[in-house]
């Protein structure tokens, strides 16, 4: 391998690593947008329940207002029969009855006293609830369409570097190629290449042997002829010494 050949190898690194950036940050992207979507369904399920609390307390006020109504019919109608009784008895049985009905109109009239109130309450939470879906409804439509143009320059940022990833291919010869391309494909961190400090492994922090330091050392670009490929004995990665360019990730 020439120190040209090392260069590629480090450049095609690179543009792997940015590929992989994009790619996971591609991936990533719609998480948000999901999360934000699950918060709007979580906000509108509980104005769903709010509504139906209000549509619950308004039946209960209605049938109250009917009983309350129904009583006090009772009560005219007893006041009349009190008016032609004829014996203290009936009078006081009248009038026992009649304190009986008002008394359990008291308690209804208290009972949609707080009723009214609960439905105050749950009106004004209600319409803060609105406000809340309304307000999600418009940070989901948003991200969303923010998501969908970010995918978009995502795409075309990783196609421009697969182009130019395809260049450098062009430029190395298939026996380094072939297995950068292999270590690439079962390297979850996108990494193939480890440079040796220190007669140590920089991939895997593993020492590598003297010999394998020497036929380094053999790699200084003295002749342009092809050397063979030396890899970390631990990782597996392909070796080089320092001072080489390390691959960096170029924003």
């Known amino acids: 391998m020439t120190k040209t050949e090392l260069q590629h190898l480090q450049e095609l690194q690179t543009l792997d690593l940015k590929i992989s950036l994009l790619e996971s940050d591609k991936k990533n992207k719609p998480i948000a947008l999901e999360e934000k979507k699950e918060e709007l369904e979580e906000n509108e399920q509980r104005l769903k329940l709010k509504q139906q609390e209000r549509k619950d307390i308004k039946i209960l006020i209605d049938r109250k207002e009917l009983?309350?109504?129904d009583w006090e019919g009772k009560i005219a109608k007893l006041n009349l029969q009190?008016?032609?009784t004829k014996t203290n008895k009936e009078y006081s049985a009248i009038t026992t009855e009649i304190?009986?009905?008002?008394?359990?109109?008291?308690v209804l009239e208290d009972e949609m006293l707080a009723l009214f109130s609960k439905l105050e309450q749950t009106e004004k939470e209600l319409a803060e609830s609105e406000k809340k879906v309304e307000q999600l409804k418009k940070e989901y439509e948003s991200l969303g369409s923010?998501?969908?143009a970010e995918l978009v320059e995502i795409d075309k940022q990783i196609q421009e570097i697969r182009q130019g990833r395809q260049e450098i291919i062009n430029?190395?010869?298939?026996?380094l190629v072939k297995?950068?391309?292999?270590?690439?494909l079962n390297k979850p961190d996108r990494l193939a290449l480890a440079c040796v400090i220190d007669d140590t492994c920089r991939g895997c922090h593993m020492d590598v042997?003297?010999?394998?330091?020497?036929?380094?050392?053999?790699w200084k670009p003295v002749s342009s002829a092809e050397k063979?490929?030396?890899?970390?004995?631990?990782?597996?990665?392909i070796l080089y010494l320092y001072p080489s360019v390390v691959p960096q990730i170029i924003n």
């Open 179 to 184: 297995p950068y391309e292999r270590i690439m």
């Open 146 to 148: 923010q998501v969908e």
């Open 82 to 84: 009190l008016n032609i």
């Open 99 to 106: 304190n009986s009905f008002k008394a359990n109109n008291a």
């Open 171 to 175: 430029k190395l010869p298939s026996e």
């Open 209 to 218: 042997t003297p010999q394998q330091v020497n036929n380094l050392l053999k």
């Open 228 to 237: 063979a490929i030396i890899f970390c004995r631990s990782c597996w990665l």
């Open 67 to 69: 009983d309350l109504k």
